[in-house]
């Protein structure tokens, strides 16, 4: 499976982004997807999944509320909408794809990142 993430910019606080992840691979849509994070300096951290059928979500305690996930298994992507962004919000996104049993802790397949800056 090969994920390509896209839909980082730069953005004002309080503004709203898209991300989006382009799945290839012929059983793309049979895994749970997840979003992660890496800001500068810090160490990469969950984001959200969502489950292969898109029926279950699961979320990072500090994302609830604001960011979304979902997914399109017809265009085999996956999409974080995120709202009300702050400047803390400012990192490198990540997606990846996993078989893992739910809730995954592991990933086996990661894309490339897009940068989302939030200014103040």
């Known amino acids: 499976v090969q994920l390509q993430a896209s839909g980082g910019g730069l953005v004002q606080a309080g503004g709203s982004l898209r991300l989006s992840c382009a799945s290839s691979g012929r059983t793309s849509s049979s895994y749970h997807m997840g979003w992660f994070r890496q800001a500068p300096g810090k160490e990469r951290e969950f984001v959200a999944v969502?489950?292969?059928?898109?029926?279950?979500?699961h979320y990072a305690d500090s994302m609830k509320g604001r960011f979304t996930i979902s997914r399109d298994n017809a265009k085999n992507t996956v999409y974080l909408q995120m709202n009300s962004l702050r400047p803390e919000d400012t990192a490198i996104y990540y997606c990846?794809?996993?078989?893992?049993?739910?809730?995954?802790?592991?990933?086996?397949?990661w894309g490339q990142g897009t940068l989302v800056t939030v200014s103040s």
């Open positions: 990846a794809a996993t078989h893992s049993a739910w809730v995954p802790k592991e990933y086996n397949y």
């Open positions: 969502i489950s292969a059928g898109g029926g279950i979500t």
